[in-house]
């Protein structure tokens, strides 16, 4: 749940008139999705849509990582096995 119109313009300092504009304009958008007496709440189409641009980005540096591999003559398992090591670190 996000925070309530009255709570955010009071942390931002701004009048609730210009919090209630910002969620009309996420609700337009599909970004915020409100259910009455319970609050607002990101949309599940924005889950989904962040959810995507995450895995992108993560295919981008699974390529980097790669390619500094391949340049300190590591095969993908000694990749892999790195990753594990450090994720056992953790």
Do not use: N, W
């Amino acid at each position: 749940m996000i925070l309530s119109m009255r709570a955010l313009s009071k942390q931002l300092g701004v009048s609730v008139v210009t919090v209630q504009r910002a969620y009309d304009e996420l609700l337009r958008e599909r970004i915020i999705e409100t259910i009455p007496a319970k609050g607002s709440f990101i949309s599940e189409q924005c889950h989904i849509h962040l959810r995507h641009d995450l895995e992108r980005q993560l295919d981008v540096h699974i390529k980097h990582l790669k390619q500094i591999a391949k340049m300190l003559d590591m095969t993908d398992e000694g990749l892999i096995g790195k990753i594990v090591r450090d994720k056992e670190r953790e």
